[in-house]
């Protein structure tokens, strides 16, 4: 066979890779990987064509796996052996992968030798999964964090790749499980699912429900559940798939039974479009904008349909929300902004017109926290459910609070300090839909009185930034942890500010110190 290889003679499969063409035989690539089989036997195009096309791997150590099929001898050498361990791992040749790792314990650390610091500069979408193994396997542990970073962060171009559909079970739920997962809703992630089980459905179907269990369902609109995921076989085969089906169709139909769903499966992913604007004694001009991980500064986005000044905005599940002030009159008005068509547009208006209102988003709802209605300062706080396009109000706060900063915490919304129309607050309350009385109450206060503080959840602890305690701006910081229930000064911003606003970049603040 390998003398009819070597001629071009009966071959029926030509391989490509970086303007490289390899002959050979598909029943022979089939009888010796995993990889091929699935690739030639199964319902890929593939299967029918007589050239194939493959991306990410390195053109001698595929020739060299193709000719160890055919001979049963291959070489490996400290300049081949990394290649060959990565193509080994694509093609699913545990044999190969073991002699390459033997060879690296007797010879050298592969964290040792030239070529590791240049893997992660070569991470893509097509690699990053079989790398993410190689590092897992050789204890690299630098290795193993950029490449699942990487896989997180382009996970939607990752499913795409082969390397995808070969994934065991346990690392598909260890990725679709993570808070980092980069996707612009759940349906992404649910059609991930799919495309993996049915890559190999009667090995696959059974692990359908353990699975489903990573996907926010909740999360998902009501017409993306009814019309594709309640359709879809495997689902409606799997009784523990039904259940999670109801329990997100309940959490739509019964919204006052959504504290019994557990938290983790109502509350969004951490990659979500950032926002900034003006400080304090400027107002928000109509350009948006977005810091994104990878930039190093903001981009410019669509316009307003109406110019806002000082009001604030929250991302809740995608679309972003904006009401407040036009220069002219108070605003009941709201607009949402949707990335992926990047317009404005109007959508349900509250009841009340708010300026210096507070946002957060909990329980894939949107709450608007008190503020200023031209007349007197609001307790009041209305809640708006994006699915329904309704608001409605939730219960009022103890004390009436402008400028005031709102963070959710363990399921539970904070209103921090603010301004009561005569006083500067350092009082706090703390609001949790879950208690039957569904009420506010309050918390310890914070150290020094903030109003327009900025604010942020890291870890499981809240940060109240900056603000104006009626005589100065301020630079310090305060943390509240709620399992000592008590707020303490843990440093200092290099400037001044009130009104500004907070985000939390990859847990960069060590917390530690």
């Known amino acids: 066979m390998n003398t009819l290889r070597r001629s071009g003679q009966l071959c029926d499969v030509e391989i490509s890779v970086e303007g490289k063409t390899l002959h050979a035989h598909k029943v022979v690539l089939a009888s010796f990987s995993n990889y091929f089989y699935a690739m030639f036997t199964g319902d890929l195009a593939e299967a029918s064509q007589g050239a194939i096309t493959m991306k990410a791997v390195d053109p001698r150590s595929l020739e060299l796996l193709i000719e160890y099929a055919y001979t049963g001898r291959l070489e490996i050498h400290v300049d081949t052996v990394q290649g060959l361990l990565y193509a080994a791992s694509l093609l699913q040749l545990p044999d190969v992968q073991q002699s390459c790792s033997t060879f690296l314990k007797t010879t050298a650390s592969p964290c040792q030798l030239s070529w590791y610091v240049s893997y992660k500069q070569q991470l893509h979408p097509a690699n990053c999964l079989g790398i993410r193994n190689f590092a897992d396997a050789h204890t690299c542990h630098d290795l193993l964090a950029a490449s699942e970073q990487f ?51 009667e090995n696959r179907k059974h692990h359908i429900a353990e699975l489903l269990k990573q996907v926010r369902l909740p999360l998902l609109s009501p017409h993306f559940l009814v019309d594709t995921v309640e359709h879809e076989d495997l689902i409606k085969q799997d009784l523990a798939c039904r259940d999670l089906l109801d329990e997100a169709k309940n959490y739509h139909m019964l919204p006052d039974r959504r504290g019994r769903i557990k938290r983790d499966r109502i509350r969004p992913r951490r990659s979500c479009v950032g926002q900034y604007g003006a400080g304090h004694h ?39 929300l904006r009401r407040g002030h036009d220069g002219s009159q ?105 208690t039957t009385q569904e009420r506010w109450s309050s918390v310890a206060p914070m150290n ?47 400037t001044c500010r009130a009104v500004a606003g907070v985000a939390v970049l990859h847990d960069c603040y060590d917390t530690t110190v």
């Open 330 to 434: 108070y605003l009941n008005t709201v607009e949402c902004y949707t990335p992926a068509e990047r317009r404005w547009k109007y959508v349900a208006p509250m009841s009340t017109a708010r300026r210096y209102v507070a946002v957060g988003v909990m329980g894939g709802l949107l709450y608007a926290v008190g503020g200023y209605d031209g007349s007197a300062v609001l307790d009041c706080v209305e809640v708006y459910d994006p699915n329904s396009d309704h608001w409605r109000y939730a219960a009022p706060m103890h004390c009436k609070r402008r400028h005031v900063a709102v963070g959710v915490l363990e399921g539970q919304m904070y209103a921090v300090g603010g301004h009561d129309g005569a006083s500067y607050l350092k009082s706090v309350e703390r609001y949790d839909p879950e």
């Open 151 to 201: 896989a997180q962060r382009h996970f939607t171009q990752v499913i795409e790749e082969e390397e995808f559909l070969m994934l065991p079970k346990a690392q598909l739920a260890e990725l679709i499980a993570s808070e980092d997962l980069h996707v612009s809703n759940e349906e992404e992630v649910f059609n991930a699912i799919m495309s993996w089980a049915y890559h190999d459905r």
């Open 282 to 320: 400027g107002t928000l001009a109509q350009q948006r904008g977005e810091i994104r991980p990878q930039l190093r500064e903001g981009q410019h986005r669509g316009q307003h349909e109406h110019t806002a000044q000082r009001g604030r905005s929250r991302c809740a599940r995608g679309p972003c």
């Open 448 to 494: 020094m009185c903030r109003s327009g503080a900025g604010i942020a959840v890291l870890g499981e602890c809240l940060y109240a930034l900056g603000g104006h305690d009626g005589a100065h701006y301020l630079n310090t910081v305060e943390m509240f942890d709620p399992r000592v229930g008590e707020w303490k000064i843990v440093g200092n911003m290099g």
